[in-house]
């Protein structure tokens, strides 16, 4: 008899190791158990479905226990919970997800694939609170979207929170998302994430940041400031814990993070264990250290190498950099690494760049508006991060951008990227390789800037704020105290300027640059402002947490 390969959970990292198993290995015994009534499902559409974009159920069921059988010959057997793991017999034990007689089943090898479970505040009310994690979960979100609610409210506003939001809005339901921290999806940095507010917004979404639910009531929430939000329908999308409960039970050791621990292969601390996917910590790619990501990719990515593991194959270590991209009505928002504010908090010596360029060639039809914003390390020019949010052309870039950094591309090397290039798609100069001529500049120190939350600091320490833009776009909106000097007659009014020092800025830092080397040039001191006025905005709306400020910012030109 082949090898007994016992695989707990069927979804994407559960899944992916047993067919990757089974097209390795044909003599094997594959077992896949699930507790709920579903294999193989796309978790990922379900808040699409609630929101009736995907409108038939069956569209997120990608497989079915028969279908597996027929061409995997996978033993699926869906509705069957295991309770507990025996390391030193290699057995689970296994029962009916509706109740119902134990069994013993043994394994030679065993794959924990469990996900993780939505955390559910010990708050009052909280039992009327929906969530969203299985296809079940999202019947039910349907249906009470159905019954023409009077308002919704979604507590947390990351990823699975946006985009609830967004599709219950999509349905003509009054929608308000309540968000603890000062900002919408805090793995963006704010002057990023208040972009993806302001198109909440402008599509009629309330968004209330940096306030609490204290208590869910008969007909909405309270927050934190007293005040009471109506709702009928009350979702909570604040986040997952990885779910160990049956690890923890068997002795399996945990991370620093509560993720079940697991070696670079997905072996956890009991001989012939692995685990995979949302449950377990994985290595992360900018620090190194374990860290609890929950994307489909990387369960995918674990579900594969473990199986490879199993057979003996020669497996690379799967880290993740924490790549992902959202849907916010016509805004998408992506990003990949690390952020600013936890390579602040973690100490790493990092440069900003912030950029805005349009998702292809402005003369041609279509052309979107884009904010970019990439982290590396000034010291080697290692890419730390990026970030991007627009109406177009975010999902490249991002790749594009995840790729260099998984393939340890320095930043300035983006410049000399050949990427694919006609008037549609993107510019001759596309922004990623604009992003590489910014970095070359700032690491070969050709071009000194200044970022946003420093401009009242300079301004303290005598700096002169110069607006290089022409005079209707400083009329329109400008820095406050900031001298308008267009860059078309710097030269002639150098005279009347006084001897600086400058902190030059323009709309997005184009026309700055060349009017800070020309400064240079002249024997000045000067700094360009990163991404120029429009970034000075975002960041100055991110600080009020007045994203209405900006609903104009992004819109289709
Ligand atoms: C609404 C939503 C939207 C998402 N959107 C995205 C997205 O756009 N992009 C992205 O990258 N990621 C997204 N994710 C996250 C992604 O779905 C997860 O990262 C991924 O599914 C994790 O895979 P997994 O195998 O670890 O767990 P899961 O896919 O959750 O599978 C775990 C399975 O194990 C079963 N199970 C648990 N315990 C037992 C037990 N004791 N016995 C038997 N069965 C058990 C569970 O029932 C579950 O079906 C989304 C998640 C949700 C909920």
Redesign the pocket.
């Known amino acids: 008899m082949g090898r007994r390969v016992v695989i ?7 899944m992916s190791a047993a067919t990757r198993l089974r097209r390795l290995d044909e003599d094997a015994s594959i077992v896949v ?4 009534g579903h294999v193989s499902y796309a ?2 559409g ?2 699409y479905f609630v929101g009736g974009v995907i409108e038939d159920e069956d569209d997120l069921l990608l497989q079915t226990p028969q279908r597996l059988f027929e061409r995997f010959r996978l033993d699926v057997r869906v509705g ?4 507990a793991i025996d390391p030193s017999e290699h057995t689970v034990t296994v029962r009916p997800s509706a109740g119902g007689a134990e069994t013993a089943l043994p394994y030679d090898a065993l794959v924990l ?4 479970a939505p955390v559910r505040p010990p708050l009052p009310g909280f039992d009327r609170v929906q969530v ?3 296809v079940e979960d999202a019947e039910q979100l349907a249906g009470a979207a159905h019954a023409s609610p009077r308002g919704a409210v979604v507590i947390g506003a990351g ?2 929170g946006l ?1 609830t939001a967004e599709n219950l809005a999509h349905r003509g339901i009054a929608t308000s998302v309540v968000e603890m921290a000062d900002q919408v999806l805090t793995p963006l940095d704010p002057e990023m994430a208040v972009l993806v507010a302001a198109e909440l917004v402008r599509n009629g979404v309330e968004v209330i940041t940096g306030s609490a639910v204290t208590e869910i009531t008969d007909d909405g929430v309270v927050l934190t400031n007293g005040r009471q939000l109506a709702g009928d329908l009350v979702v909570a999308a604040i986040g997952v814990r990885p ?1 160990v409960r ?1 690890a923890e039970m068997a002795g399996l050791a945990l991370g620093p993070w509560g993720g079940i621990a697991v070696d670079p292969v997905g072996r956890t601390s009991a001989p012939d264990i692995y685990a ?4 377990v910590e994985k290595a992360d790619s900018v620090g190194g250290g374990p860290s609890l990501i ?4 990387i ?1 995918n990515r674990q579900g594969r190498r473990v199986a490879d593991s199993i057979c003996g194959l020669p497996v690379r270590p799967v880290l993740s950099q924490g790549t ?1 991209i959202l849907k916010v009505f016509g805004v998408t928002a992506a990003l990949t690494g690390w952020n600013e504010s936890r390579l602040r908090a973690s100490g790493r010596g990092y440069r900003v760049i912030h950029s805005h360029p349009t998702s292809h060639a402005s003369y041609y039809p279509g052309a979107q508006p884009l904010a970019l914003k990439l982290l590396f390390d000034p010291a080697d020019g290692a890419i730390l991060g990026a970030q991007a949010v627009g109406r177009g052309g975010v999902d490249k870039r991002i790749d594009v951008l995840a790729t260099a950094m998984e393939a340890g591309l320095r930043a300035d090397a983006l410049a000399d990227l050949e990427l694919a290039y006609a008037p549609p798609f993107s510019s001759a100069k596309d922004p990623v390789n604009m992003l590489g001529y910014m970095a070359e500049n700032v690491m070969s120190g050709e071009c000194d800037v200044a970022e946003p939350d420093e401009v009242a600091e300079l301004v303290v320490h005598g700096w002169t704020v110069l607006d290089v833009r022409t005079e209707a776009e400083h009329d329109s909106g400008a820095i406050p105290g900031s001298v308008n000097v267009p860059l078309d007659s710097l030269r002639e009014q150098l005279p009347t300027m006084g001897t600086g020092p400058f902190l030059v800025y323009c709309q997005v830092g184009q026309r700055g640059h060349t009017a800070t080397m020309l400064l240079h040039d002249l024997g000045m001191v000067a700094r360009n402002l990163d991404g120029g006025y429009t970034t000075w905005e975002a960041a100055e709306a991110a600080v009020a947490q007045e994203p209405q400020r900006l609903v104009g910012a992004l819109a289709e030109p």
């Open positions: 707990v959970g069927g979804v994407a990292g559960g158990l699930e507790r709920s978790n990922c379900l808040p069957t919970e295991v309770v694939s469990p996900g993780a969203l994690r299985t990823f699975v985009e779910d049956l995979v996917g949302d449950a929950a994307l489909a990719n369960a992902a």
